[in-house]
């Protein structure tokens, strides 16, 4: 499992004195880290350059001074940046490298930001796990907890981990197994099997009700 500091090393290497900024995000940072958890992180270079591709590396690069501005006014150079990244490194993320950035935006930007994110990618991907009877383990636990992150964000503006959003969507519909979903995120060995899939379909179908009353 990569470390920021070995990932800035390697950056340093190769790119010697354009990493001016480096922003830590993500599990690392909401206490959430588990077995193949990638390195989230922000990265500002002071002029615009290709970064080489890091196994276990998740990376947003922009030039110096763009995490000063909305992030509608940002191209990234690479990765994706969102209302909700601008959140995070405002509210939680770890400055590794620079000054910590301001990253301005509003509540209702991140609100409007993850119910279009729900709309637009989650429910035309669960249209077709609808009409699945398995999937892998790690897909299983990506559409199993990602949606509840979003449904928490909405309901209260807080951004959480996978693991403790599907606590929270578990005190919410108590009668769906998704506590299992979030001990078998931190234990290999745990078990999944249909129910689980079960489980997920109604539990965004419930989020999306939740939301859109």
């Not at 002029?47 to 001074?65: E, I, M, N, T, Y």
């Not at 620079?98 to 709309?119: I, K, Q, S």
């Not at 636990?141 to 209260?156: D, E, N, Q, S, Y």
Request: aromatic share 6%.
């Amino acid at each position: 499992m990569i470390t920021a500091e070995d990932y800035l090393e390697l950056l340093d290497d190769h790119l010697p004195e354009l990493v001016v900024g480096a922003h830590v995000y993500g599990s690392r940072v909401l206490d959430d880290v588990v077995a193949g958890s990638d390195l989230d992180i922000v990265i500002e270079l002071s002029a615009a350059a290709a970064l080489p591709s890091v196994r276990g590396a998740d990376v947003a690069v922009v030039l110096a001074g763009s995490l000063e501005k909305p992030v509608r006014d940002v191209t990234p150079l690479a990765g994706e940046i969102t209302p909700v990244l601008w959140q995070q490194l405002r509210t939680a993320g770890q400055t590794v490298r620079g000054a910590r950035p301001t990253c301005p935006g509003t509540a209702a930007d991140v609100e409007a930001y993850c119910r279009d994110n729900l709309v637009s990618y989650w429910k035309p991907l669960f249209d077709q796990v609808h009409a699945m009877t398995e999937l892998p383990r790690e897909d299983l636990l990506w559409v199993g907890l990602g949606p509840a992150r979003l449904w928490h964000t909405i309901r209260t503006g807080e951004i959480v981990s996978k693991s403790r959003a599907g606590e929270l969507a578990a005190a919410r519909w108590p009668d769906l197994p998704i506590l299992d979903l979030v001990s078998a995120r931190r234990d290999e060995d745990a078990p999944l099997t249909s129910s689980h899939l079960n489980a997920t379909i109604a539990l965004f179908d419930r989020i999306l009700a939740d939301v859109t009353t």
